[in-house]
C-alpha cells in the first residue's frame, strides 16, 4: 500500500490557496477572484470577532454559565469564506460548530448560546435565516440537506444548499448515502467538509486511505480541497461550487483542510492524545493572522482599523455574555408543546396529569 | 362502496392523493419501473413520471433522510420501505430526526412524511423478513404509528396519514394484501389514534391489531355462531396514539380481556395493553387479561415450525375458553 499522507496533499497542486499564511496573494485560473480591499477588510472583522465570540463562550462554559460549548478556533476561515459565499435564496445545514455561518446568516451570538445554556434545541428560526438548527448526530444532516436540494430541484428555485460536516462524519453510512443520493438525483447541494484533522481524539487517517475529497470522484461528482484556513479561497471556491450546483451540473465536495485548534467541545483535553508541536505548526498558518498580514502590509488598513475591531469584538463579548445570563429559564409544562405539529391526545393527556401533580405542590405551599 | 383488496385501496389511495396534493411524491426501492415489490404502486410511475414516483438507490437511511429534508421543505413524501425489517436500517433517521425535529426546531420545522411499509410473518420469509417490530416505532413519541387491518382502514388511514403534518409510520401487513372488503368510494379520511370496535359483545373484549384483528373478528363470529359467546372485539387501528379508552371502556362492559398480537410476547403491544386496562378498569376485571402473541424465537423457514411459531385462531380461542372458564362462565 502507498499511503497519501493528508499533509503532503496540502502542499500538492490539488490544493486551491490564494492567500498564503504570511499574507501573500495567490492567483488561481480556476478559482479567481475579483476582490476590494474593503471587502477583506470586512473578512477580517467576521474572523475577529467570531473568534471574539468563540472564546467568550468558552469563558462561560468554563464559568459554569454554558453545559458544553463546541469550539469553533482555528476553523474561522473555512466558515467565514463559506459562508459569505452563500445567496440569500441558499439553505444551510450545520453541525454543532457552525458558529461563524450562523454569523455569515445573520443570527444573533447570543441566540447560539441558548442550546448550549440548555434553556431550548436552538433559539433562531430556520426558516427566517435559511439556517436549519444545529444537528448533533454526526452526519446526519447531509441526508436531510440532500432530501431539501432535491426539493429545490423539484421546485425550479434557482438557489442551492450547502451542508457541513466534519472528517469523522466522512465515514457515517448518512453522509455516504448521502453522496450516492445528491449524485443519483443531481441534487444542487454543496458537501462542505471541515477536515479539521481530529474526529474528538480519532485522527483522518483512520477515517480515510485516501484524501477525503477523492472520495467525490468514486461517486461521480467534482472535489476539491482547499486551504481552509484561507479565507478567501474559500469564498472562491465556495462560490463555484454554489455555482455549479445552481446551473444544474449536481453536487460538488470541497474539502476545507484545517485544524481544530481547541478542543473538540469543552468535554475535551486534547493533549491527552495529541502532541503540542502540531498545534504550534498549525498557529504558523492562522486564519486570521494572514488576512491581517495581508492588509498591512498593503496599506489597506491601519491599527486604527484593527483596535477598531477589537474593541467592537469587546462590546460583542459582553453584550452575548449579558444576555446568556438572563436568558430565562423554561417552564417544566413546555415539555408538552411540541412532540406534535398536529398535536396528540397521549400528550394533551399527560399535560393535565403534569399540571395537576404541579398544582399539588402549590397546594402543599409551592416547590 | 365497492368491495376491493387491500392492495388496490392502498394503490387508489396513492393516486387519489397524487392527484389531489402536488407536493405529494412517492419514494422507495424498486417502486417505479418494477411497481413495488407488492405492487402497491403499479401504474404510477406511468401516470405521474419519475419526479414523483421515484425509485432509489438502496439505501434506506438514505431515502428516509431525503424525505425528511423534503419535509422539512414543504413536500409530503411517502416513503415505500420493502418491508418493515429493512426500516431497522433506517433507524436513526426515523427515531432520531423524523420524530424529534419539529420539538427539537422549536416548532418551526414540520416533517410531514409517511413511512409505508409492510410487516408481518406466514409467508415462509424466515426470520429477517417476516417481523412485526411496529412496537418498536409505537414507543417513541413524535412519531404516530397505524396498523390499517381492513381494505376501508386502509385507504381512510392512508389519506390521513398523507395529510397529517407529522411523521407516520404507516405498517401493512403482507397476508393482508390480498384481502377483500367494502369500501367508501370518494374523499374517505379515518381519524388517526381512533380504535374500532368491529364487533359488539358484552362477555369479553379481543384486543388486536392489523392481521391478527382480521382473526380475531373471524373468531369472534364463530364464538357467537357455534356457543353463544358474546365476545366485543376492539381493533386499534393506531399504536400511537392509543385510544385507551375505547380499550377501557369495552372491557368495563365485558369483565374479561385478551390480547391476540403477532408480535413478541415480552415488551409487546400487548403488555401496554394490558397495562392500559388494569390501570383504567382493574375493579371491572373478573379474570386476569391474557395474551396471545408469537413465540419468542426468531421466525422459523419451515411451514410447519412457522405456524408453530405464530399466534393464530386456535390458539386465541383455547386462551378465550379458558379465560371464561376461569370465571365459571356458562357456555
Known sequence: MVAVSSMDVATSSEFVQLLTPEGQRLENPEYPLEITPEEVRALYRDLALVRRFDVEATALQRQGELGIWAQLLGQEAAQIGSGRALAPGDMVFPTYREHGVAWCRGIPPEKLLELFRGVNFGGWDPGRHNFSLYTIVIGAQTLHATGYAMGMQRDGAEDAVIVYFGDGASSEGDVNEAFIFAASYNAPVVFFLQNNQWAISVPEERQSRIPLFQRAHGFGFPGVRVDGNDVLACLAVTRKALQHAREGQGPFLIEAFTYRMGAHTTSDDPTRYRLASELETWKLRDPIERVKAYLSRGGFADSSFFDSVESEGDELAARVRAACLSMPEPKPIDIFDQPYAGGSPLVDEERATFEHYQAGFAEEGGR | ?331
Not at chain 2, 420469509?125 to 414507543?139: F, G, K, M, P
Open chain 2, 1 to 331: 362502496m365497492a368491495v376491493i383488496t387491500y392492495r388496490q385501496a392502498l394503490h387508489d389511495t396513492l393516486r387519489s392523493e397524487l392527484i389531489r396534493d402536488p407536493n405529494v411524491f412517492l419514494m422507495g426501492e424498486e417502486i417505479g419501473v418494477f411497481e413495488g415489490s407488492y405492487k402497491i404502486t403499479a401504474g404510477l410511475l406511468t401516470e405521474f413520471g419519475p419526479e414523483r414516483v421515484r425509485d432509489t438507490p438502496i439505501a434506506e437511511e438514505g431515502f428516509v433522510g431525503a424525505a425528511i429534508g423534503a419535509a422539512m421543505l414543504g413536500l409530503r413524501p411517502v416513503v415505500e420501505i420493502m418491508t418493515i425489517n429493512f426500516s431497522i436500517l433506517a433507524m436513526d433517521q426515523i427515531v432520531n430526526h423524523a420524530a424529534k425535529i419539529h420539538a427539537m426546531f422549536g416548532g418551526q420545522s414540520k416533517v410531514p412524511m409517511v413511512i409505508r411499509t409492510p410487516g408481518g410473518g406466514g409467508q415462509q420469509l424466515a426470520a429477517t423478513h417476516s417481523q412485526n417490530i411496529e412496537v418498536w416505532y409505537a414507543h417513541v413519541p413524535g412519531l404516530k404509528v397505524v396498523v390499517p387491518a381492513t381494505p376501508a382502514d386502509a385507504k381512510g388511514l392512508l389519506a390521513a396519514s398523507i395529510r397529517d403534518d407529522d411523521p407516520v409510520m404507516f405498517i401493512e401487513n403482507l397476508a393482508l394484501y390480498n384481502t377483500k372488503g367494502n369500501v367508501p368510494d370518494g374523499d374517505y379520511v379515518t381519524e388517526i389514534g381512533k380504535a374500532a370496535v368491529t364487533k359488539e359483545g358484552t362477555d369479553i373484549t379481543i384486543v388486536s391489531y392489523s392481521r391478527m384483528a382480521a382473526v380475531a373478528l373471524d373468531v369472534a363470529k364463530r364464538l357467537q355462531d357455534d356457543e353463544g359467546v358474546s365476545a366485543e372485539v376492539v381493533d386499534l387501528r393506531s399504536l400511537r396514539p392509543l385510544d385507551r379508552a375505547t380499550i377501557v371502556n369495552s372491557v368495563k362492559k365485558t369483565g374479561r380481556a385478551v390480547v391476540l398480537e403477532e408480535d413478541w410476547l415480552s415488551y409487546g403491544v400487548g403488555a401496554e395493553i394490558a397495562a392500559t386496562i388494569q390501570e383504567g378498569a382493574f375493579d371491572y376485571l373478573d379474570a386476569p387479561v391474557r395474551r396471545v402473541a408469537a413465540a419468542e424465537v426468531p421466525l422459523p423457514y419451515a411451514k410447519p415450525l412457522e405456524l408453530a411459531a405464530l399466534p393464530d385462531a386456535t390458539a386465541l380461542v383455547k386462551v378465550i375458553h379458558e379465560t371464561l372458564d376461569a370465571t365459571r362462565f356458562r357456555r
